[in-house]
């Protein structure tokens, strides 16, 4: 198989392999998709011997991000969609522990929505600065 990319186009590819990964493996610890690993080595192996240079690094023997790439910024991509995750699985498990846990349904959807958003309203406003536990 042969693709054809712009630097640009390779570059963002870089950035979509990095995070595909990161999503996969970062929790895994030794139990790691290893198919992914290789596939994201042999991807920022292709930036040996180019302007791209700077963002491979050996390690172990493999091709993997260089610590420039994993600093410049990717990982503020990575945190914001975390949080906006965070949040949205936070409002939703809320919510529905305030209704007794239903199954969402057409008939509970709206009011589901309903509550998710004045959670979200409140996220955005206090974070999790107002959530408490009763002892």
């Given amino acids: 198989m042969q693709i054809n990319l712009t630097s640009k186009e390779f570059r963002r590819l870089l950035d979509l392999v990095y ?10 610890g ?9 596939v994201e080595s042999k991807l920022f192996g292709l930036c040996q011997n180019t302007p ?11 091709d993997v991000p ?4 994993a600093e410049g910024g990717i990982h503020e991509a990575i945190a914001c969609y975390e949080d906006a995750v965070f ?3 936070l409002a939703e498990e809320l919510s529905r522990r305030d ?14 929505v309903s509550r998710m958003s004045r959670y979200m309203e409140e996220f ?3 974070g999790v600065d107002k959530l408490y536990l009763d002892d």
């Fill in 19 to 28: 995070i595909g990964n990161w999503v996969l493996n970062s929790i895994r």
């Fill in 87 to 89: 949040y949205e699985i």
């Fill in 124 to 126: 955005q406003c206090s």
């Fill in 66 to 69: 260089s610590k420039a790439f």
């Fill in 30 to 38: 030794e139990d790691r998709f290893r198919d992914y690993d290789q």
């Fill in 52 to 62: 791209m240079q700077a963002l491979v690094e050996r390690w172990e023997g493999e």
């Fill in 99 to 112: 209704m007794e846990y239903p199954q969402i349904s057409e008939e509970n959807y709206d009011e589901i």
